[in-house]
């Protein structure tokens, strides 16, 4: 069989199902359920601006454990993929809810930092000066903020914001999720924070989990050994960027991380591309074949 019917044969619904028939499992992808339905609180609203915090609780300081270690993260922070956290914060835009640090909606305050508590899927809602001590945090750099990442002002009370991160749209803005005293917001927002609120910093949960092949994020999956190590791996397009990842096989039963390959090589093929090439309205996959430089393309089916 042609390399190009291969990959086009291959692609036919594979998702969960395909990935066990190769002995694969994928973690991390578990299905996000929508909170329940439920009427917002009846609470005063706290009066603030269109930016930045409008008040909080004061934190409480983490108690230690019995063993004089403090709490560690995956006591308040199970796990939840990128996606899933995105999906979450989109649940709380545009229904109505007003700031309130004495109010909750679904379980969690209705304030920034218990906004991203619930997009976290924490057991209880954090403030702005919590998430680090508490151990759910960890500081990372500009360039390593993803989906599901945050921008973090960790003073206590109305001095304190924190900013859900969804993707970039340049180098010096970024798509937002955030609640202040006028509401929730999906915003672009200049990086890190709008001047004159305070001193931000990215941060990751730590429970945070790359999207896994079975994340509905993912589409056109394939199979086959793309990396050369003689275990049979899977690839993906990712939907929301168009971006082409490979999930190498460990040979163990499990995948390993993901890896973005638009610039990588497999089976001969070189400067991989993906996009709507033919214009039917699905993700193809454009490539260049090493031995002859002709370029080939994979139609998306």
């Not at 998702?15 to 009427?39: D, K, M, W």
């Not at 835009?93 to 991203?116: K, P």
């Amino acid at each position: 069989m042609s390399r190009k019917a291969y990959l086009r044969t291959s692609a036919v619904a594979l998702g969960i199902a395909g990935s066990l028939s190769l002995g694969l499992v994928v973690q991390g992808g578990t299905a996000f359920a929508a909170e329940p339905a439920s009427a917002p609180a009846a609470v005063t609203p706290v009066a603030g601006g269109e930016y930045g915090g409008a008040g909080q609780p004061v934190g409480i300081p983490q108690a230690p454990a019995a063993d004089g270690s403090s709490a560690s993260a995956s006591v308040l922070a199970p796990a939840v993929t990128r996606s899933e956290a995105v999906r979450r914060a989109k649940t709380w835009v545009g229904i109505g809810l007003e700031y309130s640090w004495t109010g909750s909606h679904n379980g969690y305050r209705t304030d920034c930092s218990g906004y991203v508590s619930m997009a976290w899927k924490l057991g209880d809602s954090l403030t702005t000066d919590t998430f680090g001590p508490r151990g759910v945090t960890e500081h990372i750099s500009k360039g390593e903020l993803k989906a599901g990442d945050a921008l973090l002002n960790d003073n206590s009370g109305a001095n304190g914001h924190v900013v859900l991160f969804e993707k970039w749209t340049d180098s010096s803005h970024y798509m937002g999720y955030e609640f202040t005293g006028s509401g929730v917001h999906y915003r672009e927002i200049p990086y890190p924070y709008y001047s004159g609120y305070g001193t931000f910093v990215p941060v990751r949960n730590k429970s945070i989990r790359e999207d896994g092949p079975a994340d509905p994020g993912m589409t056109n999956l394939t199979a086959g050994d793309f990396n050369g190590n003689g275990k049979k791996d899977l690839v993906a397009v990712e939907v929301s960027t168009g971006k082409l990842w490979s999930y190498p096989g460990t040979g163990t039963g499990t995948l390993g991380s993901r890896v973005m390959i638009g610039n990588g090589g497999w089976n001969g093929m070189s400067n991989l591309a993906v996009g709507d090439l033919n214009r039917d309205g699905r993700d193809d996959i454009v490539a260049t074949e090493k031995s002859t430089g002709k370029l080939w393309l994979y139609p998306g089916t």
